[in-house]
T-cell receptor, first 115, second 114 residues
Framework: EAGVAQSPRYKIIEKRQSVAFWCNPI?????LYWYQQILGQGPKLLIQ????????DSQLPKDRFSAERLKGVDSTLKIQPAKLEDSAVYLC?????????????FGPGTRLTVL | GENVEQHPSTLSVQEGDSAVIKCTYS??????FPWYKQELGKRPQLIID?????GEKKDQRIAVTLNKTAKHFSLHITETQPEDSAVYFC?????????????FGKGTKLSVKP
């Protein structure tokens, strides 16, 4: 089966600019996750969707980060405006079931550098 | 809040030796504990997971043990090979909201020397 797709793979922007990431989950996976992985750390959940609804965005810095999954398939994550500390790899993952107990399949990630 | 501690942060072994990585978690309600392997520049991939109704699970050279009383779980890799070199992350499922979320440890960089 095709894996989780993400684009772009790399992005370099200056602070205060905006950036958007795109994710296409595995076909049939209802649950989609966005993670932030800072260098040398484990992935940290930003937001979780079940179909097109948000089920957990408690760790999302809502003053600058937003995400949507309008049709319950693809998702976009936006940062506006970016800060230096947003430099990280943004990973998208999907799973067949919700409740976190199903295997999460990760995409290749988008490496963001904020200068 | 929920926390997962992972040790050691780096581990170097000779090819053929065993490697052990340990994690502790804080939420006694956690019942699912996956381990992910992340090679340099690549995506994390699930290598093994364990649920709270069992104490040990094996898959070829990889095994995971779980002690729910002590709230810790460990990854054991036997007969290590150079291709086992990667960063390994443990995670625990945390039911802080309506759905479970995975909380990851900070990772262990395993180096297997030929």
């Amino acid at each position: 089966e095709a894996g989780v797709a993400q684009s772009p793979r790399y992005k370099i922007i200056e602070k205060r600019q905006s950036v958007a990431f795109w994710c296409n989950p595995i076909s049939g996976h209802a649950t989609l996750y966005w993670y932030q992985q800072i260098l040398g750390q484990g992935p940290k959940l930003l937001i979780q969707f079940q179909n097109n609804g948000v089920v957990d965005d408690s760790q999302l810095p809502k003053d600058r980060f937003s995400a949507e999954r309008l049709k319950g398939v693809d998702s976009t994550l936006k940062i506006q405006p970016a800060k230096l500390e947003d430099s990280a790899v943004y990973l998208c993952a999907s799973s067949y079931t919700g409740l976190g107990v199903g295997e999460q399949f990760f995409g290749p990630g988008t490496r963001l550098t904020v200068l | 809040g929920e926390n997962v501690e992972q040790h050691p942060s780096t581990l170097s072994v000779q090819e053929g030796d065993s490697a052990v990585i340990k994690c502790t978690y804080s939420d006694s309600a956690s019942n699912y504990f996956p381990w992910y392997k992340q090679e340099l520049g690549k995506r994390p991939q699930l290598i093994i997971d364990i649920r709270s109704n069992v104490g040990e699970k094996k898959d070829q050279r990889i095994a995971v043990t779980l002690n729910k009383t002590a709230k810790h779980f460990s990854l054991h890799i036997t007969e290590t090979q150079p291709e086992d070199s990667a960063v390994y992350f443990c995670a625990a499922l945390y039911y802080g909201g309506s759905q479970g979320n995975l909380i990851f440890g900070k990772g262990t960089k395993l180096s297997v020397k030929p």
